[in-house]
T-cell receptor
Framework: DTGVSQDPRHKITKRGQNVTFRCDPI?????LYWYRQTLGQGPEFLTYFQNEAQLEKSRLLSDRFSAERPKGSFSTLEIQRTEQGDSAMYLC?????????????FGSGTRLTVV | GESVGLHLPTLSVQEGDNSIINCAYSNSASDYFIWYKQESGKGPQFIIDIRSNMDKRQGQRVTVLLNKTVKHLSLQIAATQPGDSAVYFC????????????FGKGTTLSVSS
């Protein structure tokens, strides 16, 4: 297992289209997080799973956003009816527990551009 | 809302100098802090962490200092190298169960040789 994998690395979509991103966490990690990062800013928390249960959602996560983690393994983040303001880097992270040596491991992200 | 912030948006140093990157946090309930390094086009990379029951922690060429009295966190990089050029973020985890990492805005470190 080489770390957290995200797919695709880049996505360009037209406004109004739906997009879906995938995250494969480190296999033994039970926690999975989605973050969004815009240029020049730190990552902003979107949502978090412990195993297959979605335990927390940020108010940033509008009803156009939905995330799933079936079977507690990989996760998907879907954005419906994309808007230009959704353009950002979407980062996934995983961890084993809450306070974990070496912190949370991040993937390289999916860069979304809405045109 | 409460958040973690960094004092300076940019820091420029010469190769071989020591670098100090500062961060002020506002959530006194946070019990775990992490420094991340982010290079262009990549996700944040763990550097070092510290728990709230510690004042100092050392790694390879890096030291993190935590001052809970003034809610201040710093990252010291010894003998800074060009490969250290990146954006550095501090992040905190509030003590409330289930709350994820909260990041500040970042400091861009530029190392010239």
């Amino acid at each position: 297992d080489t770390g957290v994998s995200q797919d695709p690395r880049h996505k360009i979509t037209k406004r109004g289209q739906n997009v879906t991103f995938r995250c494969d966490p480190i296999s033994e990690h039970n926690r999975l997080y989605w973050y969004r990062q815009t240029l020049g800013q730190g990552p902003e928390f979107l949502t978090y799973f412990q195993n297959e249960a979605q335990l927390e959602k940020s108010r940033l996560l509008s009803d156009r956003f939905s995330a799933e983690r079936p079977k507690g393994s990989f996760s998907t983040l879907e954005i419906q009816r994309t808007e230009q303001g959704d353009s950002a880097m979407y980062l996934c992270a995983s961890s084993l527990g809450r306070l974990n040596t070496y912190g949370y491991t991040f993937g390289s992200g999916t860069r979304l551009t809405v045109v | 809302g409460e958040s973690v912030g960094l004092h300076l948006p940019t820091l420029s140093v010469q190769e071989g100098d020591n670098s100090i990157i500062n961060c002020a946090y506002s959530n006194s309930a946070s019990d775990y802090f992490i420094w991340y390094k982010q290079e262009s086009g990549k996700g944040p990379q763990f550097i070092i962490d510290i728990r709230s029951n510690m004042d100092k922690r050392q790694g390879q060429r890096v030291t993190v200092l935590l001052n809970k009295t003034v809610k201040h966190l710093s990252l010291q990089i010894a003998a800074t190298q060009p490969g250290d050029s990146a954006v550095y973020f501090c992040a905190e985890i509030p003590r409330q169960a289930g709350t994820a990492l909260i990041f500040g805005k970042g400091t861009t470190l530029s190392v010239s040789s």
